[in-house]
């Protein structure tokens, strides 16, 4: 399970937090706002972003146009089955 982290300053200032790959994740790091495939590895990003305190959540759903249910269910699938808990083929088994 993913928990609330601290957001973190690197050597250039910027803020940021352990991603999903285990790297610091920055602002610049996160999926464009106009993203239209939502691959596990951008979802996770962008929870973490928020779950480090990068984004708040409502920065999150206006600036990726998600509604607060797509992006708690994300939040959900982490929590109860890890990051292969995004895979859209794969919500069906998990549910």
């Not at 609330?4 to 690197?10: C, E, S």
């Not at 352990?18 to 993203?35: E, K, N, Q, S, V």
């Not at 990726?64 to 797509?70: A, G, M, N, Q």
């Amino acid at each position: 399970m993913l928990q609330q982290q601290q957001t973190r300053t690197n050597s250039r200032g910027e803020a940021y937090v352990i991603g999903p790959t285990g790297a610091p994740l920055t602002l610049r790091d996160l999926p464009p706002a106009d993203t239209g495939r939502w691959v596990i590895r951008r979802k996770a990003e962008v929870v973490a972003a928020v779950r480090g305190g990068l984004l708040t959540l409502e920065e999150a759903l206006e600036r990726y146009r998600l509604t607060s249910e797509e992006f708690l269910a994300w939040q959900r699938s982490i929590d109860r089955h890890g990051l292969a808990g995004l895979r859209t083929t794969r919500i069906q088994q998990y549910r």
